[in-house]
Structures are given as structure tokens and as C-alpha cells.
């Protein structure tokens, strides 16, 4: 079973940057679909961008073009590079995984491990 342990998160003024990572145990990581959510307060956990272990990346509308989801398996590490980040972008961030894909990878409850989350605060 992989266990993964986000860092990188921090304060940033609106249209500032960051880079979050989700570093993975586990030998079995390169096979992982993994993912990033994140969860503004009051309000649910929503999907954020996918990358499956082929390399195919998702994203939600609302970031896509201006956040990058990527992976670098020797590390076992997925990176989430966000740029012109908004106020709206403020909330915890969770890197998931997934051992299957689908149609579904919206859908948080079809993920199988996930780690504690970083907080992204963006100020306006």
C-alpha cells in the first residue's frame, strides 16, 4: 500500500505561484493513478487535476491553463505547479491515488490512499 506526504504549501499574493509535492512509499508507485483535490473552507472537497501512470493528464476547468500536474516516478513523487493563483484557490490540498482509472476520477471516494494535505492560502 503506498502512504503519501504532501509539502510546499504556503501563503502567496494573488498571481504569485506555488509548487506542491506528494512524496509516495511504496514500490508500487509508478502504477498509481494519482491526483490532487483540494477543500476550501465550508465548502466540499472537489477535484483538482489527475495524472495517470501513463502520463495523461485532467484538469478541472477551473484551473485549467494555469495549473500543471506532473510526476516523476525515480522519485516517487507528483508535483502540482500553480500559477496566477486567484484568492479562490485558498484551501487544503490532498494528493491522492488511484489504482484503477475511468471516467470517474472526478469522483474522490474511487481513490484508494490519501495523504494529510497542505494548506495554499492566496491573498488578494
Known amino acids: 500500500q503506498v502512504q503519501l506526504v504532501e509539502s510546499g504549501g504556503g501563503s502567496v499574493q494573488a498571481g504569485g505561484s506555488l509548487r506542491i509535492s506528494c512524496a509516495a512509499s511504496?514500490?508500487?508507485?509508478?502504477?498509481?493513478?494519482m491526483g490532487w483535490f483540494r477543500q476550501a473552507p465550508g465548502k466540499e472537497r472537489e477535484f483538482v487535476a489527475i495524472?495517470?501512470?501513463?502520463?495523461?493528464?485532467y484538469y478541472a476547468d477551473s484551473v485549467k491553463g494555469r495549473f500543471t500536474i506532473s510526476r516523476e516516478n525515480a522519485k516517487n513523487t507528483v508535483y502540482l505547479q500553480m500559477n496566477s493563483l486567484k484568492p479562490e484557490d485558498t484551501a487544503v490540498y490532498y494528493c491522492?491515488?488511484?489504482?484503477?482509472?475511468?471516467?470517474?476520477?472526478?469522483?474522490?471516494?474511487?481513490?484508494?490512499?490519501w495523504g494529510q494535505g497542505t494548506q495554499a492560502t492566496v491573498s488578494s
Open positions: 511504496g514500490r508500487t508507485f509508478s502504477s498509481y493513478n
Open positions: 491522492s491515488g488511484a489504482r484503477a482509472f475511468g471516467s470517474w476520477y472526478e469522483e474522490q471516494h474511487r481513490y484508494d490512499v
Open positions: 495524472i495517470t501512470w501513463s502520463g495523461n493528464t
